[in-house]
Nanobody
């Protein structure tokens, strides 16, 4: 059973930065593509970014390109989301997700991912 635990959320002013982490309890972390999704109040959960199990390639939603960066450390079984130039519209619960995957595959649809964390709240004040 794969468990994903997100951390690093919080309250930040617009223009600020946060770094989210997602720690995975799984023997073979390097066989999983990883993704971040977010869900704002009253809205559906949407794709933010994903990374292949090898670390390349990566995909980003248009709304976060140039501001957010996904990375992974397979030795630490952790995926990170560096969020810069945060905007109030980035406010949401951020979820980490995992999917067993081929070396270069980067899934981006909710339905493609097999495992999900419980989420961490990010609030950006104006």
């Amino acid at each position: 059973q794969v468990q994903l635990v997100e951390s690093g959320g919080g309250l930040v002013q617009a223009g600020g930065s946060l770094r989210l982490s997602c720690a995975a309890s799984v023997p073979t972390f390097s066989t999983y593509a990883m993704g971040w999704f977010r869900q704002a109040p009253g809205k559906e959960r949407t794709f933010v970014t994903a990374i292949s199990r090898t670390g390349w390639p990566t995909l980003y939603a248009d709304s976060v390109k140039g501001r957010f960066t996904i990375s992974r450390d397979n030795a630490k079984k952790t995926v990170y989301l560096q969020m810069n130039s945060l905007k109030p519209e980035d406010t949401a619960v951020y979820y980490c997700a995992a999917k067993t995957s081929g070396a270069w595959n980067v899934p981006r649809d909710n339905s493609e991912f097999d495992y999900w964390g419980r989420g961490t709240q990010v609030t950006v004040s104006s």
